[in-house]
């Protein structure tokens, strides 16, 4: 079942939205070569503290960090490390949620370490534009699909692929609620869009194929290929007045 948001409702998610995003980018602020995914860990965490509110990854299905921190051809879910030293050239892409006052905020980017190739930027680029394109689609009356869809479509027409295997989601006093928002498929099917709908919209989107595998820590999931993965989220309620982005400052 589809859970419905009253504006208030809203608002509170906005602000748990807001925190996400500025410490995301306090993340990318600090974030360059020496640096370990463990430290950019820390650094959540203690953000986390300083603001009273809850982490949301640390603890949910036995999940040991804040953060989700994936390099390179990491897809998504990588466990933060002091051992995981981040070198130029690298990119590493941040997943991180916070509870405040019993509603969830959900979002991701992806860090570009130091000079990164030009493939690379070219992947991270049209992974946040795919991410831009789903929410143009997040309108009362569009179907879920038409969000999908223009992810796929936009991706695929750069030579790239979007991972099957995770998903977005619904999003509101669960951190995922019905519901899932594939980054493929065809467009106008699934559920109609209705104003009050909260999605967390992320495209994961490889450089080659879109196979991936999970490694021995089960959490850690990979391209089957070994290339480069970028992963983009928003957390996006659908209004009478179009899609309204949370998760942005």
Known sequence: MV?????????IM???NVIVAEVLQ?????T???ISTGDLDKIAADCVKKKGVKAAFKGYNGYPSSICASVNEEVVHGIPSTKRILKEGDIVGVDFGVCLDGYFGDAAITIAVGDVSVEAQLL??????SLNRAIEMAKVGNRLSDISHAVQGYVEEKGYSAVREFVGHGIGKSLHEQP???????PG???RLKAGMVLAIEPMINQGKCGVKVMPD?????TEDGLLSSHYEHSVAITDKGPCVLSRI
């Not at 306090?26 to 600090?30: I, R």
């Not at 991270?124 to 534009?129: C, G, I, K, L, V």
């Not at 899932?180 to 065809?186: A, D, E, I, K, S």
């Open 3 to 11: 859970l419905l948001k009253s504006p208030g409702e809203i608002e």
């Open 218 to 222: 089960g959490w850690t999931a990979v």
């Open 189 to 191: 099917r699934g559920i």
């Open 124 to 129: 991270m680029r049209a992974t946040e534009e």
């Open 26 to 30: 306090t993340l990318k602020e600090k």
């Open 180 to 186: 899932q928002v594939p980054n493929f498929g065809l």
């Open 32 to 34: 360059c070569p020496g």
């Open 14 to 16: 906005r602000k748990a």
